[in-house]
């Protein structure tokens, strides 16, 4: 995923109680659909910026809002340990002024946009998703916290959930569950098991994990999904 060659910046936007921090990228035509990147348990890392990247390339507007408020780490311990202590209120009130900052800026096309996140950043787009309307389509990647719940009859974005056969964190029922239950609150959404990945296999930064021709594969299937719901 990474280039090399920085094409974002970092973005201060209006919280609630105080300026938020995240990093912003636009694509080359200067606009574009939102679409708010959310990260791993690592913090707003370099990856997550890179993701960014990717889908201005693409010709999205994409923003990553810092949900840890400065703090990141590389040690698996450490990144446990941040994403138990999250303040979830808080940072649903932080995704939420961020889905604001999106649509009003000057560069977003469209009075809604997307979410798309991964591991503890999925499952926060699933919340942010069904809370806030203004959230139009959410692409849940392996998405995992136990202290995330969601409304699904509140759920008016559509999903496409992006799931590794063998996710020893993630197994492939819950995300067969998670499409049942989305469908029977009404919702639309599709979830797809890719044949032998591992979590986290959309991570190029880890090379214990990054599968490259199945990372190829979900991309084209999460593109054109963003793409037309947000179109």
Not at 8 to 15: I, L, R
Not at 81 to 99: F, T
Not at 155 to 175: C, H, I, Q, S, Y
Request: proline share 4%; aromatic share 8%; with cysteine.
């Amino acid at each position: 995923m990474a280039t090399g060659v920085r094409s974002g910046s970092e973005f201060e936007f209006a919280g609630n109680e105080q300026s938020l921090r995240g990093y912003l990228a636009i694509p080359a035509s200067g606009r574009g659909p939102g679409v708010l990147v959310i990260q791993e348990w690592w913090g707003l890392v370099d990856n997550i910026r890179d993701c960014c990247d990717r889908l201005a390339r693409e010709g999205f507007v994409a923003l990553a809002p810092d949900v840890y408020r400065g703090e990141s780490t590389s040690d698996p311990g450490d990144a446990g340990r941040l994403m138990m202590e999250l303040e979830i209120p808080r940072a649903s009130d932080d995704l939420d002024a961020a889905v604001r900052a999106l649509i009003n800026h000057d560069a977003v096309e469209g009075a809604s946009v997307g979410c798309l996140g991964f591991c503890m950043g999925g499952q926060l787009a699933l919340s942010a998703g069904a809370r806030n309307p203004r959230i139009a389509a959410v692409v849940d990647c392996y998405g995992i916290h136990p202290n995330v719940g969601v409304d699904f009859t509140q759920m008016k974005a559509a999903v496409l959930g992006v799931f590794a056969e063998n996710d020893e964190f993630v197994p492939t029922e819950r995300a067969r569950q998670l499409e049942e239950d989305i469908r029977a609150a009404g919702g639309r959404a599709h979830c797809k098991v890719y044949v032998g990945a591992q979590h986290a296999f959309l991570n190029d930064s880890r090379p214990d994990v990054y599968d490259a021709a199945t990372a190829a594969e979900a991309w084209n299937d999460i593109l054109p999904f963003l793409r037309a719901e947000l179109a």
